[in-house]
């Protein structure tokens, strides 16, 4: 069992940068892949950002490349969530997700992949 733990949330302007937080608890953090994702009101829930256990690959969709990162520290048991340059379609709730590593480190841009998830923070992105 995992348990992973979100915060940073917030209230920010377009343009801002904002860092979300995730620990996670109950595995070997090294060997869990982790990954960010969102969900806006009425929308499904899509991914952000993923990274594999070892931090050797990572994943973002075209909407948050070039803005958005996902560094993790494995002495911490933490990843996190950098956005910069927000904007007002960047407003959703925000979940941490973690999965074991497996063979294929394509599959963390898979929400399906994922077997433990965050209870969510909101991020508001006023214009």
């Known amino acids: 069992q995992v348990q992973l733990v979100e915060s940073g949330g917030g209230l920010v302007q377009a343009g801002d940068s904002l860092r979300l937080s995730c620990a996670a608890s109950g595995r070997a953090f090294s060997s869990t892949d982790m990954g960010w994702f969102r969900q806006a009101p009425g929308k499904e829930r899509v991914i952000v950002a993923a990274?594999?256990?070892?931090?050797?690959?990572?994943y973002y969709p075209d909407s948050v490349k070039g803005r958005f990162t996902i560094p993790r520290d494995n002495a911490k048991n933490t990843v996190y969530l950098q956005m910069n340059s927000l904007k007002p379609e960047d407003t959703a709730v925000y979940y941490c997700?973690?999965?074991?590593?497996?063979?294929?480190?394509?599959?963390?841009?898979?929400?399906?992949?994922?077997?433990?998830w965050g209870q969510g923070t909101q991020v508001t992105v006023s214009s």
């Open positions: 990274i594999t256990g070892s931090g050797i690959t990572t």
């Open positions: 997700a973690a999965r074991p590593s497996g063979s294929n480190p394509l599959r963390i841009r898979d929400g399906d992949a994922y077997d433990y």
